[in-house]
């Protein structure tokens, strides 16, 4: 319990998708988010919910994200929508069944993870690795509802990131407090695809967070659009992870 607590503090545990559905819901799985050790959320909620989420999250002690999921099935449909919402959320994430939607999704900037388990994603293999510049994301929520073939994909993206050194988020996608995990139980995900356990918990910590706090830091204009941090006086940034 020790060392939970110890290395709660040192690493900033996220999940970074959340889906709750009315009021009574967020304010559990926010509670639970606090209660299980994480310092952050990143949730995918209406414009109501969401103001409703900053109150919550302050009286819990727990940060806060907003993120939408771009669902889309040509390159078109990628850059029109993700001109609508890249500025207005902390994190952006896409699904799609294309090949080359998803090819266009690793490498576009505006992207902050792009998920592997949804059904009938496309496999990753030895080019799409080559051009993957964004997160790539396995949402535990997929293996349930999809099973096996699910699971499959999450063992092949984690094993992928992990030997290719790109950077990794497992997330639950919960929509009540049932469906959510502690940070280690996530981080063993990726420890069942034989990856170092430094890697497996940088993929509930530090990736995830560092994306968050970077795009917040964009969106309230104290980050430049090449990464640079614009420090107030007497301001200093604290290191992520």
Known sequence: MRREVAESVARRFVDAWLRPGDRATLERVLRACHELGYWGAALEVDEKLWREAQELGRDFGLEVFRRTTVEASSKSELYRRLGAVRWSHDLVGVATTERDVLLAAVRDMRVDTVIMTHRAAPPV???????????????????????????????????????????????????????????RQLASLACAAST??????????????????????????????????????????????
């Open 125 to 183: 293999d030895r080019h799409i690795l080559q051009v993957t510049a964004n997160c790539l994301e396995v949402a535990l929520f997929h293996v349930f509802e999809y099973g096996f073939e699910a699971f499959r994909a999450a063992l092949r993206a984690i094993k992928a990131a992990h030997k290719k050194k790109i950077r990794l988020i497992i997330s639950t996608g919960a929509k009540d407090e049932y469906e959510l995990r502690t940070p």
């Open 196 to 241: 170092d356990i430094g890697f497996a918990l940088d993929a509930v910590s530090k990736f995830p967070s560092d994306s968050l706090l970077e795009n917040r830091g964009r969106i309230e204009g104290r980050v430049s659009v090449d990464g640079v941090w614009r420090l107030a006086e007497g301001e200093e940034k604290v290191s992520s992870g």
